[in-house]
Every structure is written in C-alpha cells, then in structure tokens.
C-alpha cells in the first residue's frame, strides 16, 4: 500500500494567489472604482487609453463620464482650464 504522492504546494498555491491577483486587478478596473492608484501603475494608464474613445490624447469631459472618480474632480484636474485633461493632468491629479 503506498500512499499519494505529494503535490508541490508551493507551486499551486503560488499560481493561485498570481491568477487571482490579476483577476481582482482586473475587476476593479472594470468597476472604475476609485482606488489607491500610482501613476506608474499601467492600470492608470490602461485606464486613461480605455476612456479616451476618440484617441486623441485628452479626456473630454464626456470621456471622463467612463472614470467617476476623475469626473467628480475634472475642475481640479484640468489645471490649465481647456476642458479637457492631458494624460500629465490626469496622472498629476491622481497622486492626490
Ligand atoms: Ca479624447
Ligand atoms: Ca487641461
């Protein structure tokens, strides 16, 4: 009688926790929810590119609508006033 061979644990469990690390990475993103964000974190930029439908660079105040948590501040982030936020606004104002 021999008993089960063992499993590498470290290898399953370190696959599980990266999978669901992008998963909820993921999620939120699509949720839009404010959350702590660095502007090195290509989520942020991910998420600009995402609400810039037209492509040109700039968040009107239409595309801002896809991000609550920049549209509830777009006065404060757009800090040249021309409506629209650069990407430099956007990751600017989200540092806080
Ligand atoms: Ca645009
Ligand atoms: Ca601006």
Redesign the pocket.
């Given at each position: 009688m021999s008993a089960p061979k063992p499993v590498h644990p470290f290898d399953a469990c370190s696959r599980l926790v990266l999978a669901s690390w992008v998963l909820a990475s993921g999620s939120a993103l699509a949720q839009g929810r404010p959350s702590p964000a660095s502007p090195d974190d290509p989520a942020v930029i991910a998420a600009f590119v995402r609400a810039d439908l037209n492509g040109d660079g700039q968040l009107s105040r239409d595309e801002v609508q896809r991000l609550p948590a920049a549209a509830e501040q777009f006065d404060r982030l757009?800090?040249?006033?021309?409506?629209?936020?650069?990407r430099e606004?956007f990751l600017k104002g989200i540092q806080g």
């Open positions: 757009d800090t040249d006033g021309n409506q629209t936020l650069s606004e």
